[in-house]
């Protein structure tokens, strides 16, 4: 019966909707990203289900994307910054009670790593532009190459971001300022 | 810029440069004092960050459920649709309206209150076998924190178990707590079961003796209980148990919560976490409006005052209402006036719907309808035609209210949308208490052989903090510290208010008077009869409503299988779902029935172990068996897989040719079968029958051309602004739809001729058939515009409501939609008479190749039951039921049974659509030529520029074509075909939209 069958070599990809299972991968990481740059587990919830959803309407795209996971915090990190960026309008962290000082030194810092709170806070001052590039390289491991595939730059641009944001992120943890 | 910043910059970077670099870097830190130190901190920097990211994860992994149920009301098939539990027969409890306030933000709590109604039923219809309650020895345990675990010891002889049955979602969250409970209580051992597995059910469709079963089968239960509960000896007594207990801390509850569960002299339950209603309004409204924002404490005169004034109108059309109720509890509002209607003291509803303050609230309720015109009512929709969201909730999301009433868990996802804030529900004269409080709880169960170790449980898990995730209320106070410290402040305000205002409200109510109730104040909102007569009649509908209910209990229904059968397998093997979006319960049921035919075979049927990075092997490695997408092209992944070409001529072979040729052939390479497929999932354009039927129109045939197709959409069309009835709406991402279209008009994106491929942007026909289809918004307005890029700019969530309230509302005549592809969030009605039909033909007159998503079974190269899997999974290819797109075997398609499930017309063209499936040619060139995608963006600008007519058709394409051209020159130059980061790095060269 086999001999029925017919037989392609070149079988084209089926069109994938890899989305169910994709995200599957990435939900729990995903929305651990989204909250690292949005401060607020509701909000990450909801744009882990935006994430989804934006992921399901590109899903024809999925077979010729060869970085996924580039291609899930792109759409992850866009949804977060334009969500903080919408906040910022009326009320900036509201949630974080960023007002208050961070009062740690630099060199303090490898004392208080355990101090999370703390990173975090200093994290929610940096602007979104940075705050992503600098999660995604120091949290989740991505090269300036995979960084500048989801964040739709050029590498050239990423090694500036980063080298920025450390700085930055660097300074806010010192001065515990308010302001970006 | 000078060496030393140079080197800065690379240090941002340390670890991931290239060895040359690194060198260049390493010098330099040798003579650099300030880099030495920035790299320092750099390290300690990304240490910090790390650990940052593994404390989310273990948030994540301790409190799941929240997340879960997101996804799974985005990826409903995940989990049981929302549909599902809001089906009621006669016999079935009617939902209550107040659950489903819940909503999208609040889904956890929703299907925990679904659970709660389902168990819930009437005692009329099911006897309970009435325990008798052990003596009760409560025993002063020390009950022992988290946070100081007892040293590990070997589990004692005198070691019992205790069963505690909680909801499936949530088993995992209770991992870690057991792990430290058993450590400071090495005498107990606690086993967990999953609520639909004790039931033996695959949905919250729960039997009408679910109360009894679970208590009968578990020791603790997480389960809502009412006074019927208790007098069915269910549940015991906890009073003795809290009394030995000095840690159990009765005083740290927050009001009416402990107090919730005590009646009869008895405490029946320990509540877990609370949440209550509260009124949004929406800033931005009120400010048009010039109206202060109201208050706690405020009058419900000046509830209905403030609601009449935000009301905006254009002409009689209302705009914006004043006030919506967002899940249609109307019975919660009223009882937020008066009381509770249904409690624990409660023994005669009837008597207290003759109360003067009764009869009173209930009609200044109608009033706020009826007089002042500020509330809309929509008639509860018919059981069948339920979807779990209400009309009014869509006016919540398209922004057409200007306050509704919502779960206070919802704030922090309705904030993110809109500018809004909080108030607690109106009070009166009489009652300043205006607050419903909702607790559930753990009880114990009468039966438990163990009750003093399953109290010690019970105890412990109440000290554990807020059950579901942050934005649930912790039951006790001193465990709500971060809750209220993460608040804003004045919504924090308010919220502290609301519970010092408070009373408890029970979930299990007597279904045939409060049914008969809320249908009385249905039609009295109707405008249909009087509150007085409406309330009357109460007590007779009621009644009737208790006989129809009895009758249909008297009929015989077959016991649920029982997933815990005691079997004589031989064979066990793990079927995992990888890729298809089928319900896990239906496949679990399917496995039951497997069995019956192959008594020695047992199948496991789970979701994969939940990991980061799912891939083939990694399912392959937890299975013995699991469906999962159609690309095996991978030699390596094809290792984990059995070829499955000898079983096709084995024994129990199965026809090949009875597989729709299109699809095996993804499942086939020249080294053989790795899969069978499954299903596929079609694009078609489904239409609204009664708007053809209006309009004299004949249904489109499935030959139809695109020309027919405006035709028919242009006499479908009529109207204009906000109740405009469109012939076409097309998908609510643009170019999805636009891109089929384009190839039936006979444009394409891509030049084949060439080597390697170019771009077909400003092709003529590709130029003309853009025009043609954006002409479709733009010059004939016989389609809506939804999103036309998927990049943050869009409100995605708001044009996904809107297209389906256009869908939902009856204002469109056509749409696209994917055969098998479910969704909870929205649904159509289901008296909505529609039909289906192909897309058009093409230029050419034949069906243009559309892209149709897939699923295969496949069988683990390492699996010891290889033949036991073929078994199983040719059994799945055989079962209509078993895929929720279109089976990929003919003789199931054309089978009785399958064109009863969908209807013969729909079956017919389901299976014209396969046979005919061919890949899409633009799928294959991009499979071989992945690099062409990176010029997509100018494309989709392209397109958003047409069809918001900001550019012509000719216009846009040209700069796309020059830009991907460039694009591609680009890649030709660098060689870069196989180098994606250059190909990146060729298309910001080029300059993308945006950037």
New interface residues.
Partial sequence: ??S??????N????????V??L???????I???I??LVD????A??L???T???L??????L?????QRAWVYR?AT??A???VK??KR?AWL????AHERVDFA?HD??AT??N?AA??RA?AQLAPEYRAP??L????DF???EI??AL????SAV??R??R??ER??QLYAEGTTHE | MNNHQQMQELLAIYDHLPADQRVQVDDHLQTCAECAAALAAYRTMDQALQQMRQQKFNYLNREPALLEQRLAATQPTRKPPLRAPWRIGVNQRSPLPVLQMAGAGALVLLLVLLATLLIGRNPLDTPVTAATPTTIEPTATVVVTPTAPAPVAAAPENQVTIRFATYDWAEAQYEPLIATFEQANPDVKVETIAIQELLGVDSYDWPDDANEQMLTKADVVDLFISPRTVGGALVRDLTPFIAADPTFAVADFYPNTLSAFQWDGGTWAVPTSINFNLIYYDQDRFDEAGVAYPQPGWTWAEFVQTAQAVTQREGDEVTVWGFVNTWSDHLGLIESQTGPLFDAATTNVAARLREPTVLDSVQRYADLFLQARASPFFKPPAPENETGFTQESTLVELGQAAMWSDFMINWQWRSTKRRIGVVTYPVTANRQNSTMIFADGRTLSARSAHPAAAWRWLSFLSHQGGRFGPDFLPLRPSLATTFWQTLDPDVATVMRYAIDHSFPVLYDRPYPTEQALRDAIAATLAGETTVAAALANVPTAAETLRQAQLASAATPTPPPVSAGTATTATITITYLIGYSTIEIGTVRTLAQQFQQDHPTIQVKVNYPPYQETLDLPAIAAAADCFDWSPIVYNPDERSVLVNLAPFLTGASALDPSDFYPGLLRQFTLADGVWGLPSEAKPKVIEYNKALFDAHGLAYPSSTWTTDEFVALAKQLTHGAGRTKQYGFAGDFYELSDAELFLQRRGGSLYDRSSNPPSFAFDHPATVAALQWYTDLTRGLGIKPLFATSLDASNPLGMTYAQRWALLNSGRAGMWTTVIGVPNTHYQLPAGLNSGIVPLPVGVDGKPAADPMAMTGYYIAAASPHPQACWEWIRFLTEQPNAVQGVPARRSVVESAAYRQQVGDGRATIYAALLDSYTPPADDLLLFQHPWLAKARPWWEEAYTQVVKGEATATDALQVAQQRAEAYRACVIDANAFTNEAQQQSCAAAVGLPGQ
Avoid: G
């Fill in positions: 019966m086999i029925d069958l017919s037989i392609d070599n079988s084209p990809p089926a069109p994938a909707e890899t169910s299972v995200f599957q991968h990435y939900a729990k990481p929305c651990a990203y909250h690292s607020d587990w509701e909000l919830y909801d882990t289900q935006e989804y959803l934006r399901y309407r590109t899903r024809d795209r077979p010729a994307v060869e970085n759409i866009n949804l910054i334009n969500a919408r906040r009326f509201p949630w974080s009670k630099w810092l490898e790593l355990d999370q990173v975090q994290l600098l999660v390289y120091s949290s989740y090269s300036v190459r500048a595939e739709h730059l050029n590498e090694k500036v980063l080298h944001a450390r992120f660097r």
